[in-house]
């Protein structure tokens, strides 16, 4: 957002899939000409977070649907939702009011297993191993990753931890997997390197993409090169040892990848 930023164009393909990279969570995924956003987080500041990497491009036209994984604020920021355009936001089932009450809709709940159609596309809740409390007084809220089918099959895994249901969610052809966070360490309910290299093992993705790294840090944290890329990197590295079988695609915030339809061609 801001000035000089690029327009990221609506896809056209409808036998294409294809995933910007954004920063953080928020991942564009379009195919069957269907248009969809994850857990939007476009600011370059929020609360003790700054972004680190390049602000994000504009989002041109309407969204078919945004996904929110769970409630905590570098997933649901509210700031960022508003500059987004969007059919429907799809949110975790008992977390609705907390967006209808600001104003925002129309708004779909799913619980785990439940599957929505989105155009061309079909949406699957599926389970996340995190706890979410919004607030410190707040109640616990569930969360969720989704998996999107349609030309091919993308599992958003939101945050989580690892849990044997992966295996179940298996065979998918990519995964947006989280590697990091915004700080030196992460709590309970998270994956690092060598946690979400060990998941590639039971979700036996064609593709592996790393997310929610490299993007935000905490405020007079360092943001050499080094520092930001040394997660992915080591994912990249112990995924090539854990599951040699996986294709690894390290992008940068900002970055698009299409992929076709049919066969394993990348661009």
Known sequence: MGEGVQELGVVQEADRLSVT?????????????????????????IGHLRRVAPAPAALEGEL?????????????????LRHVRARQIVVPAGTGRTLARRGFGPIVELEEREELSVGALTVRATHAAHTVRRGLWSTRK??????????????????????????????VDVALLPIWG?????????????????ALRLLMPRLAIPIH????????????EATLRAPAERFERLAAELAPEVAVRVLVPGERLSLEAAGAGAR
């Open 64 to 80: 078919d649907a945004v996904l929110i994984s769970h409630l905590h604020h570098d997933h649901l920021d509210l700031a960022s």
């Open 21 to 45: 990279w954004v920063g953080h969570s928020t991942v564009l995924v379009e195919a069957g000409g269907v248009r969809l956003l994850t857990d939007p987080l476009l600011r370059p500041r």
């Open 213 to 224: 790294w490299g993007t935000y840090l905490r405020v007079a944290m360092p943001a050499d």
């Open 182 to 198: 915004w700080g030196p360490r992460l709590g309970s309910g998270h994956m690092g390197p060598d946690e979400a290299a060990g």
């Open 142 to 171: 569930p969360a969720l990753g989704f998996v999107v089918t349609g030309p091919r099959s993308v599992y958003f895994a939101g945050d989580t931890g690892i849990f044997d249901g992966m295996r179940a969610l298996a065979p």
